[in-house]
């Protein structure tokens, strides 16, 4: 069965940390940019941080900047989301995606497998 499969998230404190994990199972993983998106009630999708294949670079975006990180393993098929700081305002249900291609932005339309999402809730 192809799927993304995310967990980690949960209830955090304003200025906690969390840790996402996206584990890839029946899809390729390798070659692929993955990526982090969020929704929360009411909202559009909102891209937050992606990270390529090969030299892992990353991107994110001002919101979460210098608070968030992306990681993968790609012998476990596995990306992962380092949250710390934590606010209120980043709760949301929480997905990864994967990218159309080793390179992949801010759209969401440039990533085309989802997972079901992960919710995070920031109390004040």
């Known amino acids: 069965q192809v799927q993304l499969v995310e967990s980690g998230g949960g209830l955090v404190q304003a200025g906690g940390s969390l840790r996402l994990s996206c584990a890839a199972s029946?899809?390729?993983?390798?070659?692929?940019?993955m990526g982090w998106f969020r929704q929360a009630p009411g909202k559009e999708r909102e891209f937050v941080g992606v990270i390529t294949w090969g030299s892992g670079t990353t991107d994110y975006a001002d919101s979460v900047k210098g608070r968030f990180t992306i990681s993968r393993d790609n012998a476990k098929n596995t990306v992962y989301l380092q949250m710390n700081d934590l606010r209120p305002e980043d709760t949301a249900s929480y997905s990864c995606a994967r990218g159309t291609g080793p390179y992949s932005g801010k759209s969401q339309y440039q990533y085309n497998r989802w997972g079901q999402g992960t919710q995070v809730t920031v109390a004040a």
């Open positions: 029946g899809l390729t993983f390798s070659g692929y940019a």
